[in-house]
């Protein structure tokens, strides 16, 4: 059974280019989840999506960032356009929330490390 | 804010040390506590969870017990082994909410033959 997919799992990049991070969730999942983690400010909520919503984005950092979950299969990390301090690990995540009740466990893919030159 | 302190790492033991990684909380509900586990290079899992006060989560010989009196739960093994070398996180969700995990600031454990 495939967990949590991320592409790609290292990306180096030069400071004002675009960079597009994917995930795939695990099939049946209907919350997804984007954190960063760095060694400053440990794992840190990006965004949350349900059912391909976006419920919360309070902890994107600024309009740099943009996530999009286009269907229940697929979602993306924009940053553009990208600055050294954006260099860190980025993780996905999802989850099943019953309707109106607890969501389950959150499993995690399994990173992509981005280095901003 | 709802919130996760857990002790300062790194943590250095020899094989077969009993292991203790303390964990406590603040949260306005009842939350539900985990024990989350990063390999070098790899992303989290989760090792075991809690959903209400005095439950035990255990999982590969560690084991978690939610205290909501000492807001607790405090990561225990008996037996460490090389392999158990990793970086471990607390994390309450509050099941008011969406399943936000709130996550302490991780505590590396490293174990030597």
């Known amino acids: 059974d495939a967990g949590v997919i991320q592409s790609p799992r290292h990306e180096v990049t030069e400071m004002g280019q675009e960079v597009t991070l994917r995930c795939k969730p695990i099939s049946g999942h209907n919350s997804l989840f984007w954190y960063r983690q760095t060694m400053m400010r440990g794992l840190e909520l990006l965004i949350y999506f349900n059912n391909n919503v976006p419920i919360d984005d309070s902890g994107m950092p600024e309009d740099r960032f943009s996530a999009k979950m286009p269907n229940a299969s697929f979602s993306t990390l924009k940053i553009q356009p990208s600055e050294p301090r954006d260099s860190a690990v980025y993780f996905c995540a999802s989850s099943l929330r019953a309707s109106g009740g607890q969501a389950d466990t959150q499993y995690f893919g399994p990173g992509t490390r981005l280095t901003v030159l | 804010g709802d919130s996760v302190t857990q002790m300062e790492g790194p943590v250095t033991l020899s094989e077969e040390a009993f292991l203790t990684i303390n964990c406590t909380y603040t949260?306005?509900?009842?939350?539900?506590l985990f024990w989350y586990v990063q390999y070098p290079g790899e992303g989290l899992q989760l090792l075991l969870k809690a959903t209400k006060a005095d439950d035990k989560g255990s999982n590969k010989g560690f084991e978690a017990t939610y205290r909501k009196e000492t807001t607790s739960f405090h990561l225990e093994k008996g037996s460490v082994q090389v392999s158990d070398s990793a970086v471990y996180f607390c994390a309450l969700s509050d099941p008011a909410g969406y399943n936000k995990l709130i996550f302490g600031a991780g505590t590396r454990l490293a174990v030597h033959p």
């Open positions: 949260a306005t509900g009842y939350p539900s």
